[in-house]
């Protein structure tokens, strides 16, 4: 039987189209993940915590062969300056373990979800399903809609 989580439950609810995809329970980097699943690098997505120097953290989702760029993002989000917290502390704002940071498990609590634009060389993309074990694949359109995502420049 399939995982289901909050996150399976809630595209169920919204009649989406996805995939949930089960692999290992450890934390997994997109190099693994992609070889496991049998698709690209470039087609797997990684959610990255990025804080700002005030209000709520922001949700970089970036492919799994790329970097996110603090300084394209903080321009892109008009910032000054932005920073990566630790995996304990992105685990502690987040409420979420390092590996299952999804920004479809963080839907409507207040999480900015800037989406790198290369996401749009794919018609589906992977990325977490809210805890780790679970990718789940969908439209990139679906995701944008979902989570409000900004589309920009934002990894190297």
Excluded: W
């Excluded at 989000?77 to 920004?103: D, F, H, N, V, W």
Aim: hydrophobic fraction near 40%; avoid cysteine.
């Amino acid at each position: 039987m399939p995982v289901t989580n909050n996150v399976t439950r809630f595209l169920d609810s919204r009649k989406l189209k996805y995939t949930a995809h089960e692999l290992p329970a450890e934390k997994l980097g997109a190099e693994e993940s992609a070889r496991l699943l049998g698709v690209p690098m470039e087609q797997v997505f990684k959610t990255i915590v990025v804080k700002r120097e005030k209000g709520k953290p922001v949700l970089a989702v970036v492919s799994g062969s790329q970097v996110v760029d603090l300084k394209k993002l903080a321009s892109f989000l008009g910032e000054k300056k932005m920073y990566l917290p630790t995996e304990r502390e992105a685990e502690q704002m987040t409420g979420l373990q390092a590996g299952g940071i999804s920004p479809l498990a963080l839907i409507n609590k207040g999480f900015q979800v800037v989406l790198d634009a290369s996401a749009q060389n794919f018609v589906e993309i992977h990325i977490s399903g809210g805890q780790r074990g679970l990718n789940i694949q969908l439209a990139v359109e679906d995701l944008i809609r979902l989570v409000n995502a900004k589309v920009g420049d934002v990894s190297n």
